[in-house]
């Protein structure tokens, strides 16, 4: 069940040895739901982060960090899975759960005093009711929280329409829904964290009519026969999802319907939940790679052959039974062929260097391998 996490923890305490800050903040920052697991679980999230800590410095001089994002997977058992915990929130569960409650309730009275008015948009007024049976009852995954957030830019714009359209009275609770909605975004810090790296990024017109085919393409290699087994199918789901919104969206001429807005965050969520997916992906082919480039540069050839048992050895030792099966399919995914016959990860890598710049030094690495 893995107790040396603890174990190895206590014995360097006891013995003075300096904490690594980054796995005591990992562990610290938990939330209450992942304590409430089965030990063995517990004690396996942690031995897996004390794992990637320890990865070779050539992958962490190449790799970025994953970034908040509706897709944040990890590789467990073998295959690439999401979380399955709550999102993290600043309040007690009780506390979140009577927020979202409150802001459902908000919205659907919101909606019963609309019914009565014969002037206003009644898609809107669909579009609202909608929105308030996909409030949850209790915190929603990372997933389900971000798909809730892209749906504050749309209730914002719609702003100007209500102020020009609705009757005054029903002007202020609609702006007093829109004010609960966002503050109840904002006590998930990991919404707040998306939202402000999503203002320096700058979404040009090339990456909305582009981020639909390439997220596409991506979710097409995740079904190839021999890489699909290894991932939660809800990872490729959510990616053509993805897809089809942005490109919907993307095809809407100028000035956009209130309705259909929100697309410059919705390909920042897009594109940031591939590289999230890709990041994870090159870090589990690099984690022992760096091993075969060395040595073929070396020009050791002979050792080099030697090497390639040890890489096999050492990702079974890493990942159990699925460590090889792991080196296998991570290293399909970033060269599996797309557009042109490129590989996937080079593909990306040009078509947008703002997200996937970084997979360019990681391709010319792994393929001296």
Known sequence: DRWDVWTRWWEARRDGAPANEEHEVFRILQPEPFWNQKPAEINLVIWEE??????????????????????QPEIRGGKMVLPGLAAASDLKPATTATALKSLRAQIESLVASLDGEAN??????????????????????????????????????????????????????????????????????????????AAQLTITP???????????????????PEIAPHIDPLITETLVSFSAQIATRADRPA???????????????????????????????????????????????????EAAKGFVAEMGKTGGKHGPAVARWTMRILFHGVAGGLALAAYLSGAFPAFFGWLGPVIAFLSKI
């Open 50 to 71: 004390e794992q990637r800590l320890q990865q070779a410095p050539e992958t962490k001089q190449l790799i970025p960090l994953v970034k908040p994002a509706a897709l």
């Open 120 to 197: 206003i948009d009644r898609r809107m007024i669909a579009h609202l009711r909608n929105q308030a049976a996909k409030i949850p009852a209790k915190a929603p995954s990372q997933m389900k929280l971000f798909e809730l957030g892209h749906e504050f830019e749309t209730l914002q714009f719609y702003a100007g329409r209500v102020n020009a359209e609705w009757p005054d009275i029903l002007a202020s609770r609609y702006h007093a829904m829109v004010l609960a909605y966002e503050r109840t975004l904002r006590q998930f810090p990991k919404w707040r964290e998306f939202k402000r790296n």
């Open 206 to 224: 090339a990456m909305v009519s582009g981020a639909p085919g390439a997220i596409a393409r991506s979710a097409e290699v995740l079904r190839d």
């Open 255 to 305: 000035p956009f319907d209130p309705i259909e807005v929100g697309k410059e965050e919705l390909v920042a969520d897009g594109l940031e939940s591939l590289n999230n997916i890709m990041k994870i992906v090159a870090e589990a082919a690099m984690k022992f790679g760096a091993l075969l480039a060395t040595t073929a540069q070396d020009g050791f050839k002979a050792y080099a052959n």
